[in-house]
């Protein structure tokens, strides 16, 4: 409703906005630096999804890292608090905005069962509370896991997204 949607922080739609910005004059740049070769492209990102996802890796970064996704997502004035409010209120908002409209929005991190206890639990819990997020450790060299993270984003997007990894990064 109009409500929820009011009772997101400003300050976190007018980062987004300028994220927005920037990202799509950076990949006309790339895009015009490739060259003409003639052929139209026709460019279908969503600066909210990857504003989104990299607003959750930073929630485990720290030191330069953070400094530097804070400045790329111009969040850097933004009290982590507030900032983390603001980004539940809005997915919630979002996906309440019309009843004539259907909005999924659908977050998870995979990790390694190796790797898995080294991730700090502040990281899955905030993840989890302000993202909405799923949160899955497998074995990364079961071939199965392939299917199992395929078959997550396949159900989660109406099958709109079908085979989204062709493999496993080893590292």
Known sequence: SNQEA???????????????????????????????????????????????????????ATGETRTAIAQALEVQGIDPVV???????????????????????????????????????DFLDAVIEYFDSEVYTEDFGDPATLETINGWVEDHTNGKIQDLLDQIPTD
């Open 83 to 121: 900032l983390n409010g603001a980004w539940k209120s809005l997915i919630h908002s979002l996906e309440n905005v019309d009843d004539d409209v259907i909005l999924a929005i659908a977050d998870s991190v995979w990790m390694d069962d190796a790797f898995a206890p080294a991730v700090k639990q």
């Open 6 to 60: 009011e009772d997101v922080d400003p300050a976190l739609p007018a980062a987004n906005t300028a994220f927005a910005v920037k990202l799509f004059q950076e990949l006309n740049a790339a895009e015009l630096a490739a060259g003409d070769d003639g052929d139209k492209t026709n460019l279908f990102v969503s600066p909210l999804s990857i504003s989104t996802a990299l607003s959750m890796v930073y929630q485990g």
